[in-house]
């Protein structure tokens, strides 16, 4: 009944026209001198059977898509109605099914973030617990270890650092400016951040980049993808007196940065998936304090801003970490030459 009378009300401007064409057409005649009533009973009669069946055959064709959408959906499939037969109709099917094959893709995605964040939260809270319950050790000792104690805060920065990344990363187009920066410079201040780093654990860093190289960036992000390489770098290589070597090389493509340790390497298995979120991996089931985010959030980084990560290894002799900025990104300084 909901379905006929919602059918009925869609097309009551309908018959209101029909009326209102079948009294012009009276009048017409009934001016003309036609003035016979049987002529007009006729006429009125055949109208209403010819509407009535044109509406009743209407009704018939499309009394499943009327019935389907006077019920209340139970679910979001029942968004896909089927047996319509009017083009106007398939296309409104074909429509809705593409807005709910979008709307699946939304929720999935939004899903995915939100597994993600929660699986990184859980992870994160779980991992700060070890350097707080160092801190504490060491405060119940009679003689307090500075040193020990700046470690372990380091730890607890990098990764509130990285939770705080993490959570830009959703706005990232907001947070992103542009701009041409001294490759050098750049790479001398993220070395710097790392000095402590480098001196905890016997290692020495190798710049050789020229000081006219520049890139076309984003300064924040930037050093923070490099700070992720550095601090990888360092953290898989577990003999003092290695070194870390990083190169710029000027490529057909555009300048090359690479970043080559000379640690444990990475396996041929896991070499692939390292940039995956929270994979960790042999070489961090060894080290204990990855959080499987670091590349990945680097790589998503990159990707973002337009340059092309690779990473190399091999095992037992070291990985490289290449970051490619194209044609158009990278270049030397310009002079300032004035003609006299």
Partial sequence: MKAFTLFVKEHVPFMLFQIGLVSFILLLFWLDGFRSPNTAIYSVAMSILLTAGYLGAKYIMRRTYYARIVEKPKQMEDALIRHVMTPEHKKTIEFTRELYRLYQHEVQTLYNRQNRHLHFMNQWVHQMKTPISVINLLLQEDEVDKKSIEQEVGRIQNGLEIVLVNARLETFEEDMQIERLLL????????????????????????????????????????????????????????????????????????????????????????????????????????????GMG??????????LGHQLTISSKQGEGTTIALLFTDGEAGEQPNDTTGR
Wanted: with cysteine; proline share 2%; charged share 25%.
């Fill in 184 to 291: 050098r410079q750049v790479l001398q201040e993220v070395l710097n951040d790392n000095k402590r780093l480098f001196i905890a654990n016997g290692l020495f860093p190798v710049l050789n980049v020229e000081e006219h190289l520049t890139v076309a960036t984003d300064r924040k992000w930037i050093k923070f993808m490099l700070n992720q390489f550095i601090t990888n770098a360092v953290k898989y290589t577990f003999e003092k007196g290695k070194k870390i070597h990083v190169n710029a090389v000027q490529l057909q493509e555009g300048l090359c940065l690479e970043i080559i340790d000379e640690g444990i390497g990475i396996p041929a298995s896991d070499l692939h998936r390292v940039t995956k979120a929270f994979f960790t991996g042999e070489n961090g089931r060894l080290s204990g304090e990855s959080t």
């Fill in 295 to 304: 590349l990945y959030i680097a790589s998503e980084v990159c990707e973002k």
